[in-house]
């Protein structure tokens, strides 16, 4: 099986990358320099000469706050360049495997979200995602949207690095504790990926649709921070729960996205990946400790 990755540089890209090694995949890795999704000639130059079996599209504008100024790039990037892909693929007769978000869902549930709730985002990046997902749906039948959340691991920032670095810069940090989440490790979204790419490969199909991938257990910010210091071995700063109010950001932010993943392992026997043992993968905590 010969795999197309768009945005191989970032937190999932790279860690696809690294982990189709265990996998009987071939992998031809783009960054934007080499293939910009924005860019619909270049997607069909890029098929037509690597005819691959099947598309993996890991790139995404991921600047939840930046986005509300920069809303036609976020747009551009996250709904159009992903109708293009899928455009590329139904031309090419091969699937596309598309990753998106929790953030597609405003929070108002009290359960995690399942894949049959309507989605009704309350930012740009989530509109923008949420947009994203239905041009795929529309445009290319065989398709797979993993919709993952709060997504961290070694490469690129993320809330784990910005905590570990905020903690061995103060001695308290004020947390958002009444926003709820499912904490999912890029490590293992690219794992999940390379794992139905292979029983595709075996199988010649696949249950297409979308399903919720996201780390167990289920956490508010205060939550996976505490984690986070208490792994750094970090005694010595304080961490305070606030309250959403307390810490005003221009993209509004949901209060419940955990997500329920129950499909995902009826269809497939996926389990959820458990964060808090991805918290000690080389590279992402071990430059922290406090000095
Ligand atoms: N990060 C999260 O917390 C989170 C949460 C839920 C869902 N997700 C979803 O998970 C997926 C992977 O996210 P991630 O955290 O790995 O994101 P990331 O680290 O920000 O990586 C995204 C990659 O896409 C690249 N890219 C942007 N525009 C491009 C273009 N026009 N053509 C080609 N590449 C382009 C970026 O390159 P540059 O850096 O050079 O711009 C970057 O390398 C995305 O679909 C995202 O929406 C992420």
Redesign the pocket.
């Given at each position: 099986m010969k795999i197309l990755v768009?945005?191989?540089?970032?937190?999932?890209?790279?860690?696809l990358v690294e982990r189709a090694r265990d996998f009987p995949v071939e992998l031809i890795a783009?960054?934007?320099?080499e293939?910009?999704?924005?860019?619909a000639a270049a997607i069909q130059r890029y098929v037509d000469d690597q005819r691959p079996d099947l598309l993996i599209?890991?790139?995404?504008?991921?600047?939840?706050d930046k986005a509300e100024q920069d809303r036609e790039r976020c747009f551009?990037?996250?709904r159009d360049?992903s109708g293009l892909l899928a455009d590329a693929c139904a031309r090419a007769g091969i699937p596309l495997f598309?990753?998106?978000?929790?953030?597609v869902f405003d929070g108002r549930l009290d359960r995690p979200y399942r894949e049959t709730d309507p989605p009704g985002p309350i930012n740009t990046?989530g509109r923008s995602?949420w947009e994203g997902e239905q041009r795929v749906g529309e445009r290319l039948e065989r398709h797979l949207i993993l919709?993952?959340?709060?997504?961290?691991?070694p490469?690129?920032?993320?809330?784990v690095k910005t905590i570990a670095r905020l903690a061995r810069e103060r001695d308290e940090l004020s947390i958002v504790a009444d926003q709820l989440g499912s904490p999912?490790p890029?490590s293992a979204?690219a794992t999940t990926l390379l794992e139905l790419a292979s029983r595709l490969a075996r199988d010649g199909d696949l249950a297409w649709g979308t399903y919720h991938y996201g780390g167990a257990p289920d956490c508010s910010w205060y939550d996976f921070a505490t984690r986070i210091v208490a792994q750094l071995g970090d005694s010595s700063t304080r961490l305070n729960p606030i309250g959403t109010a307390a810490y005003p950001t221009p993209a509004a932010r949901a209060a419940n996205t955990r997500l329920d993943c129950s499909l995902i392992k009826e269809t497939f026997g996926i389990e959820r990946p458990d964060w808090r043992s991805a918290l000690l993968e080389p590279g992402l905590l071990a430059d922290y400790s406090k000095v």
């Open positions: 768009c945005g191989a540089n970032g937190q999932v890209g790279s860690e783009t960054g934007e320099r293939l910009d999704i924005g860019n599209n890991a790139a995404a504008y991921t600047a939840v551009r990037v996250n360049a598309h990753i998106s978000t929790d953030y990046y995602k919709r993952v959340a709060w997504v961290f691991g490469h690129g920032n993320n809330f999912t890029a979204i």
